[in-house]
């Protein structure tokens, strides 16, 4: 896999830059998360992933932002036989070094997704799906500025988050991930309009069509914003 340079004094991540998910929802928890999906939200997943698929051209190389135990990044490296993950998670890049075992050609690096450690111009894919964007509590424009500057030009990064329509399914999938004590008792007096909050500090807020257009204006970028299977918004930039 020729990535070029990485800048390794940006490789690691210190301990305490990471947040909930690598604190409290890393790892076997969070696989657990995707173990208890409801059938609405099995489909929605199912239907990120073959989204991202479509877009990967033959023998492309592809980066995922937030690639957790390798849920996702297993089925995007099985298309082209090389791809890499970021995570700011030990445990789970742990995790999902013995998942992905034997899944093509694999690099898994603990880094933050606002401080990319590639050079720039690496991939043709970069994705962050399942509302990463928001579940990374990091400047969202940074995020999008610096998953376009690791892309190659004419490659797409992609970024999605959850259609208004799927709150329900959305929100009883969290509770059902509360009941097993994954995340903490969920404050009803504060959830709604698109917000999940719970009492022990979690919170996962919801990136419309509006806000992506707005952040790819700010920095001079075309976006496409499509909506898929009713569950999931997808903002498909074009690098340069």
Request: aromatic fraction near 8%; hydrophobic fraction near 40%.
């Amino acid at each position: 896999m020729k990535l070029g340079p990485v800048r390794a004094h940006r490789r690691i991540l210190s301990h305490h830059m990471c947040g909930y998910y690598a604190d409290k929802l890393s790892a076997g928890r969070l696989r657990l998360c995707y173990d208890l999906a409801t059938p609405a939200i099995s489909s929605y997943l199912e239907a990120e992933i073959d989204f991202v698929l479509d877009k990967i051209p033959p023998g492309g190389l592809v980066l995922e932002l937030g690639c957790g135990y390798g849920r996702v990044l297993g089925r995007l490296a099985a298309k082209v036989g090389h791809a890499a993950g970021i995570d700011n998670s030990w445990d789970s890049l742990k995790m999902a070094r013995e998942y992905l075992g034997g899944t093509g050609d694999l690099m898994l690096c603990l880094m933050d997704a606002a401080d990319l450690g590639f050079s720039g111009g690496c991939f043709d894919i970069v994705a962050c799906v399942q509302n990463g964007i928001s579940a990374f509590r990091a400047d969202r424009k940074r995020l999008v500025e610096e998953a376009v500057r690791v892309a190659a030009p004419g490659g797409r990064v992609l970024f999605s988050s959850y259609s208004c329509g799927f709150w329900e399914h959305r929100l009883e999938w969290f509770e059902i991930q509360s009941r097993h004590g994954l995340i903490g008792e969920i404050d009803h007096d504060e959830t709604g309009n698109g917000v999940i909050v719970c009492r022990d500090g979690f919170r996962a807020e919801t990136v419309g069509p509006g806000e992506f257009r707005s952040i790819s204006k700010e920095l001079g970028l075309d976006s496409v914003i499509t909506e898929v299977d009713g569950s999931s918004v997808f903002c498909e930039i074009l690098a340069r």
